[in-house]
Protein backbone atom coordinates (compact mmCIF):
# COMPACT_ATOMS: atom_id res chain seq x y z
CA UNK A 1 0.00 0.00 0.00
CA UNK A 2 0.86 3.68 -0.74
CA UNK A 3 3.20 5.27 1.96
CA UNK A 4 2.19 9.12 1.64
CA UNK A 5 -1.30 10.38 0.80
CA UNK A 6 -1.80 13.98 0.91
CA UNK A 7 -5.02 15.77 0.57
CA UNK A 8 -6.72 18.01 -0.77
CA UNK A 9 -5.79 16.57 -4.29
CA UNK A 10 -6.32 20.03 -5.65
CA UNK A 11 -5.97 23.33 -3.95
CA UNK A 12 -6.76 26.50 -5.66
CA UNK A 13 -6.44 29.49 -3.70
CA UNK A 14 -6.40 33.72 -4.15
CA UNK A 15 -2.54 35.20 -4.29
CA UNK A 16 -2.26 36.63 -0.58
CA UNK A 17 -3.87 33.43 1.36
CA UNK A 18 -2.69 30.66 2.85
CA UNK A 19 -2.70 27.25 1.34
CA UNK A 20 -2.17 23.83 3.43
CA UNK A 21 -2.04 20.85 2.48
CA UNK A 22 -1.88 17.33 4.40
CA UNK A 23 0.40 13.97 4.60
CA UNK A 24 -0.50 10.75 5.99
CA UNK A 25 1.74 7.93 6.33
CA UNK A 26 1.87 4.09 7.57
CA UNK A 27 4.85 2.94 8.90
CA UNK A 28 7.71 4.60 11.33
CA UNK A 29 9.52 6.66 10.14
CA UNK A 30 13.32 8.47 10.36
CA UNK A 31 11.83 11.84 8.41
CA UNK A 32 9.91 13.51 6.58
CA UNK A 33 10.62 15.83 3.61
CA UNK A 34 8.31 18.02 1.43
CA UNK A 35 8.81 18.56 -2.60
CA UNK A 36 7.62 20.63 -4.84
CA UNK A 37 7.31 20.00 -8.68
CA UNK A 38 6.69 22.58 -11.58
CA UNK A 39 4.70 21.19 -14.51
CA UNK A 40 6.87 19.40 -16.59
CA UNK A 41 10.01 19.71 -13.87
CA UNK A 42 11.97 17.38 -11.49
CA UNK A 43 11.46 17.53 -7.77
CA UNK A 44 12.92 20.33 -5.79
CA UNK A 45 13.22 19.83 -1.92
CA UNK A 46 11.79 21.62 0.31
CA UNK A 47 11.99 21.26 3.75
CA UNK A 48 13.05 17.82 6.20
CA UNK A 49 11.52 17.29 9.45
CA UNK A 50 12.87 14.73 11.61
CA UNK A 51 10.80 12.27 13.79
CA UNK A 52 11.53 14.02 16.76
CA UNK A 53 10.72 17.43 15.25
CA UNK A 54 7.26 18.75 15.74
CA UNK A 55 7.77 21.95 13.74
CA UNK A 56 9.65 23.54 11.75
CA UNK A 57 9.65 26.80 9.46
CA UNK A 58 11.58 27.51 6.04
CA UNK A 59 10.72 31.55 4.99
CA UNK A 60 7.27 31.10 4.16
CA UNK A 61 6.72 27.46 4.61
CA UNK A 62 6.02 26.06 8.13
CA UNK A 63 5.78 22.18 8.35
CA UNK A 64 4.17 20.26 11.28
CA UNK A 65 4.48 16.54 12.34
CA UNK A 66 2.69 14.35 14.59
CA UNK A 67 4.43 11.17 14.74
CA UNK A 68 0.86 9.97 17.23
CA UNK A 69 -1.34 10.38 14.17
CA UNK A 70 1.62 9.49 11.41
CA UNK A 71 0.37 12.79 9.74
CA UNK A 72 2.05 16.19 8.54
CA UNK A 73 0.93 19.46 7.18
CA UNK A 74 2.44 22.30 4.82
CA UNK A 75 1.71 25.53 5.05
CA UNK A 76 2.62 27.80 2.55
CA UNK A 77 1.75 31.76 3.90
CA UNK A 78 1.10 34.39 1.74
CA UNK A 79 1.14 32.90 -1.66
CA UNK A 80 2.43 33.87 -4.76
CA UNK A 81 1.21 32.74 -8.26
CA UNK A 82 4.85 31.10 -8.32
CA UNK A 83 4.15 29.05 -5.66
CA UNK A 84 1.43 27.00 -8.37
CA UNK A 85 3.15 23.47 -8.50
CA UNK A 86 2.32 20.04 -7.38
CA UNK A 87 3.76 19.29 -3.56
CA UNK A 88 4.60 15.74 -2.31
CA UNK A 89 5.77 14.30 1.10
CA UNK A 90 8.16 11.48 1.19
CA UNK A 91 8.78 9.54 3.77
CA UNK A 92 11.47 6.89 4.34
CA UNK A 93 10.27 4.04 6.65
CA UNK A 94 12.83 3.09 9.98
CA UNK A 95 15.33 0.53 8.75
CA UNK A 96 15.41 0.99 5.28
CA UNK A 97 16.46 3.45 2.56
CA UNK A 98 13.30 3.78 0.16
CA UNK A 99 11.73 7.04 -0.45
CA UNK A 100 8.21 6.26 -0.42
CA UNK A 101 6.28 9.67 -2.17
CA UNK A 102 2.68 10.65 -1.69
CA UNK A 103 0.34 10.99 -4.42
CA UNK A 104 0.77 15.03 -4.31
CA UNK A 105 -1.84 18.37 -4.02
CA UNK A 106 -1.71 20.49 -6.47
CA UNK A 107 -1.81 23.87 -5.65
CA UNK A 108 -3.28 26.66 -8.19
CA UNK A 109 -2.60 30.32 -6.74
CA UNK A 110 -4.98 33.00 -8.78
CA UNK A 111 -3.26 36.26 -9.20
CA UNK B 1 25.59 24.89 -13.23
CA UNK B 2 23.51 21.51 -14.34
CA UNK B 3 23.27 19.24 -10.96
CA UNK B 4 21.40 16.36 -12.19
CA UNK B 5 21.17 15.92 -15.98
CA UNK B 6 19.17 13.15 -18.12
CA UNK B 7 19.20 12.50 -21.54
CA UNK B 8 17.20 12.29 -23.29
CA UNK B 9 14.18 14.84 -22.84
CA UNK B 10 11.91 13.01 -24.50
CA UNK B 11 11.34 10.28 -26.33
CA UNK B 12 9.23 8.31 -28.63
CA UNK B 13 9.31 5.00 -29.78
CA UNK B 14 7.27 2.30 -30.64
CA UNK B 15 6.64 -0.97 -29.05
CA UNK B 16 9.43 -3.82 -29.10
CA UNK B 17 12.02 -1.17 -29.46
CA UNK B 18 15.18 -1.39 -26.61
CA UNK B 19 15.62 2.19 -25.55
CA UNK B 20 18.46 3.71 -23.27
CA UNK B 21 18.20 6.80 -20.69
CA UNK B 22 20.96 8.59 -19.13
CA UNK B 23 21.63 10.23 -15.86
CA UNK B 24 24.63 12.06 -14.98
CA UNK B 25 25.12 14.24 -11.67
CA UNK B 26 27.80 16.35 -10.75
CA UNK B 27 27.23 16.94 -6.89
CA UNK B 28 29.73 14.09 -5.77
CA UNK B 29 26.87 12.21 -3.90
CA UNK B 30 27.39 8.37 -3.63
CA UNK B 31 24.17 7.78 -4.29
CA UNK B 32 21.54 7.96 -7.64
CA UNK B 33 17.99 6.86 -7.99
CA UNK B 34 15.25 6.01 -10.57
CA UNK B 35 11.90 6.77 -10.38
CA UNK B 36 8.63 6.55 -12.40
CA UNK B 37 5.93 9.27 -12.54
CA UNK B 38 2.65 7.78 -14.42
CA UNK B 39 0.37 9.94 -15.77
CA UNK B 40 -1.18 10.68 -11.88
CA UNK B 41 2.03 11.73 -11.18
CA UNK B 42 2.35 9.04 -8.17
CA UNK B 43 6.34 9.02 -8.05
CA UNK B 44 7.58 5.39 -7.30
CA UNK B 45 10.91 4.45 -6.95
CA UNK B 46 12.22 1.83 -9.58
CA UNK B 47 15.91 1.16 -8.44
CA UNK B 48 19.19 2.95 -6.20
CA UNK B 49 22.76 2.71 -6.82
CA UNK B 50 25.44 3.61 -3.91
CA UNK B 51 28.54 4.23 -4.72
CA UNK B 52 27.94 1.72 -8.18
CA UNK B 53 26.33 -0.66 -5.65
CA UNK B 54 23.00 -1.75 -6.32
CA UNK B 55 21.18 -1.35 -2.96
CA UNK B 56 17.51 -0.87 -3.93
CA UNK B 57 15.65 -2.93 -6.90
CA UNK B 58 12.19 -2.75 -6.64
CA UNK B 59 9.65 -5.25 -8.28
CA UNK B 60 10.14 -3.97 -11.90
CA UNK B 61 9.84 -5.91 -14.69
CA UNK B 62 13.73 -7.32 -15.27
CA UNK B 63 13.59 -5.31 -19.10
CA UNK B 64 14.47 -2.71 -17.18
CA UNK B 65 18.52 -2.77 -16.40
CA UNK B 66 20.41 -0.02 -14.74
CA UNK B 67 23.79 0.45 -15.24
CA UNK B 68 25.98 2.76 -13.19
CA UNK B 69 29.90 2.71 -14.77
CA UNK B 70 30.52 5.04 -11.75
CA UNK B 71 28.76 6.94 -8.73
CA UNK B 72 28.25 10.03 -11.72
CA UNK B 73 26.46 8.13 -13.94
CA UNK B 74 23.42 6.03 -14.08
CA UNK B 75 21.80 4.86 -16.86
CA UNK B 76 18.33 3.19 -17.04
CA UNK B 77 17.84 0.67 -20.76
CA UNK B 78 14.83 -0.67 -21.31
CA UNK B 79 14.14 -4.10 -23.36
CA UNK B 80 11.11 -4.73 -25.40
CA UNK B 81 8.75 -1.85 -24.46
CA UNK B 82 5.27 -1.79 -23.76
CA UNK B 83 2.05 0.53 -24.05
CA UNK B 84 2.68 0.54 -20.01
CA UNK B 85 5.97 2.11 -20.00
CA UNK B 86 5.25 5.34 -21.29
CA UNK B 87 5.72 7.65 -18.11
CA UNK B 88 8.10 10.14 -17.51
CA UNK B 89 11.36 8.86 -15.57
CA UNK B 90 13.38 10.80 -12.98
CA UNK B 91 16.55 10.73 -12.10
CA UNK B 92 17.99 11.65 -8.51
CA UNK B 93 20.92 11.65 -6.24
CA UNK B 94 21.55 12.10 -2.66
CA UNK B 95 24.07 12.49 -0.79
CA UNK B 96 24.68 9.47 0.87
CA UNK B 97 21.58 7.54 0.59
CA UNK B 98 21.09 6.34 4.06
CA UNK B 99 18.22 5.98 6.06
CA UNK B 100 16.48 8.72 4.15
CA UNK B 101 18.54 12.02 6.12
CA UNK B 102 19.34 13.43 3.09
CA UNK B 103 17.80 15.93 0.80
CA UNK B 104 17.09 14.46 -2.88
CA UNK B 105 18.23 16.29 -6.02
CA UNK B 106 16.32 15.36 -9.33
CA UNK B 107 17.28 15.30 -12.70
CA UNK B 108 14.70 17.21 -14.95
CA UNK B 109 12.41 13.75 -16.75
CA UNK B 110 12.44 12.20 -19.69
CA UNK B 111 9.11 11.82 -20.95
CA UNK B 112 8.46 8.50 -22.67
CA UNK B 113 6.25 7.48 -25.47
CA UNK B 114 5.69 4.38 -26.51
CA UNK B 115 3.45 3.73 -29.34
Known amino acids: SQQGEEDPQALSIQEGENATMNCSYK?????LQWYRQNSGRGLVHLIL?????REKHSGRLRVTLDTSKKSSSLLITASRAADTASYFC???????????FGTGTRLKVLA | DTAVSQTPKYLVTQMGNDKSIKCEQN?????MYWYKQDSKKFLKIMFS???????INETVPNRFSPKSPDKAHLNLHINSLELGDSAVYFC??????????????FGPGTRLTVL
Open chain 1, 49 to 53: IRSNE
Open chain 1, 90 to 100: ATVSSGTYKYI
Open chain 2, 27 to 31: LGHDT
Open chain 1, 27 to 31: TSINN
Open chain 2, 92 to 105: ASSLLGGGGTDTQY
Open chain 2, 49 to 55: YNNKELI
